[in-house]
């Protein structure tokens, strides 16, 4: 029991708007252990967003029960590192100053956890570089950074590298793998990108909308590194396509009344 790091039981969320009310999580049900990697991959409106914002405490009107480390989530802490699709560095600050935040570099273990950083996520020689100086891929790795600056138990990602090129993305998913291995850290992933959600995934949650609720959970039972081309790693892609294809009952009428 010990393990679970995350427990989600009977979410739901609704948004309340003028033109009526959308239910934008319902039920949703999921543990999630200490140091694992799970990706959530679902078409765009079927909730990823608000279930990650809501885990990493920056919504906090829900139903339901959210635990992490066995405490309700009650706003943000230093437990949970946030990762946006965009890095939104600050501009005027250098690579390892954006990375400190709002700690001093000056202070001995400031400077050598931010140098233990750059090297985890390979940024060496980059240190005193300016956001406008580095590709998309570098950006997005001093966030990542800058996220684990403070040790979280988990880290959530939504769409992080959904703004990167192709061989980009490949080479950023290497980069987390490597930290995930190094650092040991509980990822939470979410992207509308099959091949990442399996090749990144210790497990798949697959979510589907109106109203957004989980319809699978599929373990990938394949050792890291994995490889794309291989015969393994295609048939689990095509599990993960599969449920998607299949024909779903509503869980119950959303109006509409046609
Ligand atoms: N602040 C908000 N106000 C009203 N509706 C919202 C708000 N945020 C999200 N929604 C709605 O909730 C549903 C889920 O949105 P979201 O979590 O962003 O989905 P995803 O990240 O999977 O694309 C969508 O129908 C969206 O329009
Ligand atoms: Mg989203």
């Not at 979410?11 to 049900?29: E, H, Y």
């Not at 999630?32 to 990706?39: A, H, I, L, N, Y």
């Not at 939104?88 to 400031?110: C, D, G, H, M, Q």
């Not at 769409?159 to 509980?186: K, S, Y």
Request: with cysteine.
């Amino acid at each position: 029991m010990a393990s679970e790091l995350l427990v989600i039981e009977g979410l739901g969320k609704t948004f309340s708007a003028p033109a009526g009310d959308v239910i934008a999580l319902n039920n949703i049900r999921l543990k999630v252990r200490k140091g694992e990697f799970v990706t959530i991959i679902g078409p765009s409106g079927c909730g990823k967003s608000t279930l990650l914002k809501i885990v990493a405490g920056l919504d906090t009107r829900y139903t339901g029960t959210v635990l992490l480390n066995d405490k309700p989530i009650e706003g943000p802490s230093i437990e949970k590192g946030f990762i946006f699709q965009e890095p939104r560095l600050f501009p005027w600050l250098t690579v390892e100053k954006n990375i400190a935040a709002n700690l001093s570099l000056k202070n001995p273990r400031v400077r050598q956890r931010v140098n233990e950083l750059i090297e985890l996520v390979r940024l060496q020689g980059f240190e005193k570089s300016y956001p406008r100086e580095l590709s998309g891929g570098m950006a997005q790795r001093v966030s990542i950074a800058r996220a684990l600056l403070r040790n979280p138990d988990v880290l959530l990602l939504d769409e992080p590298f959904g703004a990167l090129d192709a061989f980009t993305r490949t080479h950023m998913q290497e980069v987390l793998l490597d930290i995930w291995q190094r650092n040991g850290t509980t990822m939470l992933f979410v992207t509308h990108d099959l091949d990442e959600a399996v090749f990144l995934g210790e497990r798949v949650v697959i979510m589907n909308p109106r109203p957004g609720h989980i319809r699978s959970v599929l373990p990938v039972d394949l050792p890291f590194p994995r490889k794309r081309s291989g015969t393994a790693f295609q048939e689990m892609r095509r599990l993960v396509l599969n449920e998607f294809e299949k024909v779903e009952e509503p869980l119950y009428d959303v109006g509409g009344g046609i």
